[in-house]
């Protein structure tokens, strides 16, 4: 599988180039900004996309930048803000350090092997059952792939969930995971064109080895990334979020609701930007009645995970702010639907005592039988 290096690049100029011919300067797309912080202009957001001439304002703006897509979803004139702020992202002069560090973890560059299969054996020692299946060299052709990538590790333990629930249904599948396998999307939304499209080459090589039909991902950037791997090579096979795979099953479980009513966190790389309905409403309740947090799911504030721990406090204020909601809402706790999601939120709902699941967690215990 070859690709071009800079073909990713060269599409995301295009389109941020289209962006700037197309901007009819409302600034709708600042005033609803989560992050926000600087009351930044949209204008100098193009002031510096046309000259090149970075002020210290738009870096910080930039960095902080948590792509969510709510800019371009208040266009009026449709510009695609967030694709816009993602250019910017890749002509930063200066790459953050936090950036960097979260780069070494991923990927399979040379320099970085040695760390990343010291971080594998780790993970295959300490994640359950998912952990034989970590960077694990003989692949199987199955019709089921489950993709779980970089977050097979998660302490979020929708992997394992997600593998409990197939082997109560008696589904036959094969799983690829591990660091190695990362599909890039992480860089590619800080701007490392490069990294994200080498990774995305090299999981395409992989799935090749599997040739499944259905592909299955509890990540929300990696649902997006395996949407754009499939459109490029032309691929059979389909793409399914978690939720979607577990719908299709729903019926066949026996669910035992929980007593107490769940908020549900929309993320937004399903809700805004797969170019598809989220059937997440139909699956929940399956598990119990559900809360609404907001009038509409695209209305749903992010958890902030994409400016990658760039500030702190800013992320800490989103997951304070969501908690709060789900408090007042009467929620007896909170369930996502992308592993990021949970990373993001979870010290915060921990330290207040708020339960908060993955959607597959949460649907495993919902239909574990009594004798397990």
């Known amino acids: 599988m070859k690709w071009d290096g800079s073909e990713f690049e060269k599409s995301l100029r295009e389109t941020a180039e289209f962006g700037l011919q197309n901007c009819i300067g409302s600034n709708d797309c600042m005033l609803v900004c989560p992050v926000n912080r600087l009351n930044i202009n949209q204008s100098e957001l193009d002031t510096v996309q046309i000259t090149g001439v970075w002020t210290d304002r738009v870096k910080t703006f930039v960095t902080e930048c948590i792509q969510c897509g ?17 250019y910017l992202k890749s002509q930063l002069p200066d790459v953050p350090a936090q950036w960097k560090s979260y780069y070494l973890l991923k990927g399979r560059n040379k320099d970085q092997s040695a760390l990343i299969s ?20 003989n692949l199987e052709k199955k019709s089921l792939l489950f993709y779980f990538g970089c ?42 064109m490069d990294y994200g499209q080498e990774m995305l080459v090299h999981l395409g090589e992989l799935i090749e080895k599997v040739q499944p039909d259905v592909i299955v991902s509890g990540c929300a950037e990696c649902y997006v990334a395996l949407q754009r791997l499939k459109k490029k090579i032309g691929a059979n096979w389909t793409a399914l979020t978690t939720t979607e795979w577990l719908l299709s099953h729903a019926d066949e479980l026996e669910w035992n609701r929980f007593d107490k009513p769940i908020a ?31 009038n509409a799911p695209e209305e749903c504030v992010c958890c902030g995970y994409y400016n990658i721990h760039v500030n702190h406090d800013l992320n800490e204020k989103l997951h304070e702010e969501k ?41 495993e215990e919902a239909t574990r039988p009594e004798m397990e």
């Open 70 to 86: 709510d800019c371009t979803l208040a266009c009026p004139a449709g510009v695609p803000r967030d694709q816009m702020m993602l």
């Open 151 to 192: 977050y097979a590790a998660s302490a979020s333990g929708a992997p394992n969930a997600t593998l409990k629930l197939a082997d109560r249904l008696s589904l036959d599948y094969e799983v690829l995971a591990g660091m190695r396998s990362c599909c890039g999307y992480p860089q590619y939304l800080t701007g490392r």
């Open 264 to 294: 549900i966190h929309d993320s937004c790389h399903i809700t805004k930007k797969s170019g598809k309905p989220n059937p997440v409403r139909q699956l929940l309740p399956y598990l119990a009645e559900t809360v609404e947090l907001y």
């Open 323 to 363: 908690l709060e909601l789900v408090q007042k809402k009467g929620a007896g706790g909170m369930v996502v639907e992308c592993v990021t999601c949970w990373e993001s939120f979870a010290e915060t709902f921990k330290d207040a005592g708020m339960p908060m699941w993955d959607l597959m967690v949460a649907a």
């Open 118 to 137: 010291l971080v594998d054996i780790v993970s295959r020692m300490t994640t359950g059952p998912v952990g034989k299946h970590i960077d694990k060299k």
